[in-house]
T-cell receptor, first 116, second 111 residues
């Protein structure tokens, strides 16, 4: 089984709708992240959480909200979807503090979102 | 805001050729990572470089971190179709909290 899972894998929605993307991990990591990927722009950080009680805005948080329901679960919501939120969304966890030689981020398979 | 640029944006080569892709910034990063992403999947970490001038080898892949810790390169020797993918570099930001990603180099190795 995958260590980081995302649901749904694909989603089509209409402008103005509220949607939620979910992420679960079995790696036991405290740190979790949400990114979006657009062609030619790489990955941009939306929100991140260093533990259940710690939520932080990333580079592009406007129009998004998150909930850290448990160490293993981190969900991303689009309050009122708009077409320019069409993108590939990735959840990731991090093993920060586990290895002295550096931190590794583990990414889920992504959710492809289309907002009409 | 710390930014990373990658070049070239696209690269298509024949199997067996050598190639180098670059990751550049005007900012200093405390560490830099390279990821490879295949279609339909998330990025997977290849290497982390921490010390200026550091060189790391991973089979046919050679990674170098610039002396000033502002740039990095990835060299692939005798490329194979399995090397096809999007190569992303990511630098740890000045606050040490998160990573900033470059836009990526999309590599296609033709058999």
């Amino acid at each position: 089984d995958a260590d980081v899972t995302q649901t749904p894998r694909n989603r089509i929605t209409k402008t103005g709708k509220r949607i939620m993307l979910e992420c679960s991990q079995t790696k036991g990591h405290d740190r979790m992240y949400w990114y979006r990927q657009d062609p030619g722009l790489g990955l941009r950080l939306i929100y991140y959480s260093f533990d259940v009680k710690d939520i932080n805005k990333g580079e592009i948080s406007d129009g998004y909200s998150v909930s850290r329901q448990a160490q293993a679960k981190f969900s991303l919501s689009l309050e009122s979807a708009i077409p320019n939120q069409t993108a590939l969304y990735f959840c990731a966890t991090s093993d920060f503090g586990v290895h002295r030689e550096g931190e590794t981020q583990y990414f889920g398979p992504g959710t492809r979102l289309l907002v009409l | 805001t710390q930014l990373l640029e990658q070049s070239p944006q696209f690269l298509s080569i024949q199997e067996g050729e050598n190639l180098t892709v670059y990751c550049n910034s005007s900012s200093v990063f405390s560490s830099l990572q390279w990821y490879r992403q295949e279609p339909g999947e998330g990025p997977v970490l290849l290497v982390t470089v921490v010390t200026g001038g550091e060189v790391k080898k991973l089979k046919r892949l050679t990674f170098q971190f610039g002396d000033a810790r502002k740039d990095s390169s990835l060299h692939i020797t005798a490329a194979q179709p399995g090397d096809t993918g999007l190569y992303l570099c990511a630098g740890r930001d000045n606050y040490g909290q998160n990573f900033v990603f470059g836009p990526g180099t999309r590599l296609s190795v033709l058999p």
